[in-house]
């Protein structure tokens, strides 16, 4: 199975190699835990060290302050969308706006958004740079739209088989309260081809990221939970070192 490196030394280390080309992969954590860091240094990786378009879909962050805070990384997001090596489509304005809104060059209507305007969002802008790599972040507030259980698993089926019908290798971020070992299993964790979880844990005197892959179809990993830290470079994941089992979690953890 062809491998598409992540960017993050340790974390391709984690993967041996990278992702799965041509799949979709559930990013999960809390508030704060990097999602959007550790997807954008996945874009940004691959436009500037592997020659890969990226389509970055945001469903949450105002795009200039997203190049802002990722200018604090040195990553030049506007010169890559200059280069047409980045495309970055700002859909957010479903969550502000009523009526129709312009998402990219689609006119969609607000009631209708879902996850199928959404494909068709990504597709239309994912041809025009020939996009390799796709981010969504967060999908979380789409998948609560759905409140019938297996109307809601139909629907992110579908859009996960979608987006790897295009070819592309897909990261889709979606925000938990809390990442616990007992946590609530959602249909997304199900369906998705794989699964990464940033947890945060509590030890003493500090606080302890950490990153796991829970799952990943087709090829062997390390499926222990390794430290990762949030540095002036980006995400930094230690995969050698011991992995964080029996730290216990307190309950303050649970309401980050
Ligand atoms: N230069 C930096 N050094 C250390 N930590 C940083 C730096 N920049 C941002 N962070 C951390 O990254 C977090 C934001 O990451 P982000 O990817 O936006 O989280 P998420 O998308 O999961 O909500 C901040 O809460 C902060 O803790
Ligand atoms: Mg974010």
Redesign the pocket.
């Known amino acids: 199975m062809k491998r598409i490196p992540i960017g993050i030394d340790g974390l391709d280390k984690m993967l041996n190699g990278g992702l799965p080309s041509s799949r979709c992969i559930l990013v999960c954590?809390?508030?704060?835990?990097?999602?959007?860091?550790?997807s954008t240094q996945f874009l940004h990786y691959g436009a500037v060290q592997c020659g890969e378009s990226g389509l970055y879909v945001s469903l949450d962050?105002n795009i200039t302050q997203l190049k802002e805070?990722m200018a604090?990384?040195g990553w030049d997001l506007e010169k890559l969308e200059k280069k047409g090596k980045l495309a970055i489509v700002d859909a957010s304005p479903i969550r502000h706006l009523p009526g129709e809104v312009k998402i990219g060059d689609l006119w969609v209507g607000k009631r209708d958004f879902s996850l199928v305007s959404l494909i068709e969002v990504i597709k239309e802008n994912a041809k025009k740079i020939n996009a390799k790599r796709v981010v969504i972040?967060?999908i979380t507030a789409l998948t609560f739209q759905y409140h019938d259980v297996s109307e809601r698993r139909t629907a992110i089926l579908d859009f996960f088989e979608a987006l790897s019908n295009l070819g592309t290798t897909s990261l889709v971020?979606t925000?938990l309260r809390s990442v616990t070992l007992e946590r609530e299993i959602r249909a997304e964790e199900f369906l998705a081809h794989g699964v990464i979880l940033?947890h945060v844990f509590i030890s003493e005197r500090e606080i302890v990221r950490g990153i796991q892959i829970e799952k990943m179809r087709g090829i062997e990993h390390d499926n222990q939970i390794r430290p990762y830290?949030?540095?002036?470079n980006g995400i930094e994941v230690f995969s050698q070192e011991e992995p964080l089992v029996g730290i216990h979690i307190t309950a303050s953890a649970l309401q980050i």
């Open positions: 954590g809390g508030p704060g835990s990097g999602k959007t860091i550790l962050e805070e604090g990384f972040d967060p971020t925000e940033l830290k949030i540095t002036e």
